[in-house]
């Protein structure tokens, strides 16, 4: 009679704390800013990082494969391995997705990445973070960064603006580490003085260039063969398109920025 009063009692102390476990467990998984977030704003956007990484697929290529194929072939076969590795290991996490916004109408959107076997999920509520937490296929869920650029000079005034890129950007006067790898400093300390452009003029043909841009507004040799834009008309140097946002604009639009260093 004992045993009968005892074991049971056990058992459901054993399972209150395996349940208490796997929830720890569980929540574990879930960064410490992407909790605070949601508590604060009750959605979010996340990035699912799957247990099971990219590391083994890649190692196991390299084993098997060696260097006895072409980069173009190696390259297909890399690709193929780690959509079907993805395609395997999210199977889970998008059946989830995909069934919660079914029965729910939920706003969530998901992109799948196969280069780092992660998925990209907008709109993601409590029930669904904590569902997506207590996945074994599932290693971690962090909130996606959002990085502020410093705001760029657009006036027609420049001394205050120059003072300030003076001051809060004051180690580009510092030889950058880019500059090191390729021993620019060698070319400039060179016999004769050395050769650091002086004097020459560059031009450049491409989709534009941000004409207000702390290093180069004040090196443009002007409008007067400094410029030609023959798709816009523009006046003055611009790009629209962001530089290589389409690679057919391009091709198709060219422009010539001339600098004067």
């Known amino acids: 009679m004992l045993l009968d009063v005892v074991f049971p009692a056990f058992a459901r102390f054993v399972l209150i704390v395996t349940t208490i476990t796997q929830a720890n467990g569980a929540k574990s998984k879930i960064t410490r ?11 979010a956007n996340v990035l ?55 029965n729910t109408n939920s706003p969530m959107k998901f992109k799948s990445f196969w280069i780092t076997n992660q998925i990209y999920i907008q709109n993601v509520d409590v029930a669904t973070l904590d569902s997506l937490a207590s996945l074994g296929s599932v290693v971690e869920i962090s909130e996606e960064e ?50 650091d452009g002086t004097g020459l003029i560059i031009g450049n043909i491409d989709t534009g260039v941000r004409g207000t ?38 091709c198709i639009v060219c422009r010539f920025m001339f600098l004067k260093f």
């Open 213 to 250: 841009h702390e290093l180069l507004r004040r090196k443009w040799i002007g409008p007067s063969g400094g410029w030609y834009d023959p798709y816009r008309k523009s006046r003055r140097p611009s790009d629209v398109y962001n530089h290589g946002k389409d690679a057919r604009t391009t």
């Open 48 to 102: 699912v990082t799957m247990q099971e990484g990219t590391s083994s697929v890649l190692q196991n290529l390299a084993i098997s494969n060696g260097s006895s194929i072409n980069h173009v072939d190696r390259a297909e076969i890399v690709r193929d391995a780690l959509m079907s590795h993805a395609s395997s290991s999210q199977s889970p996490v998008l059946s989830l997705l995909e069934k919660t916004i079914q």
């Open 146 to 195: 959002t990085t502020h650029i410093r705001s760029f000079y657009t006036g027609e005034s420049q001394d205050q603006e120059d003072s300030n890129f003076t001051n809060d950007m004051g180690h580009l006067n510092a030889v950058q580490w880019g500059l090191r790898q390729m021993r620019v400093p060698e070319v400039w300390s060179l016999p004769n003085g050395g050769f």
């Open 33 to 43: 800013s992407l909790s605070k977030s949601i508590a604060l704003n009750s959605k």
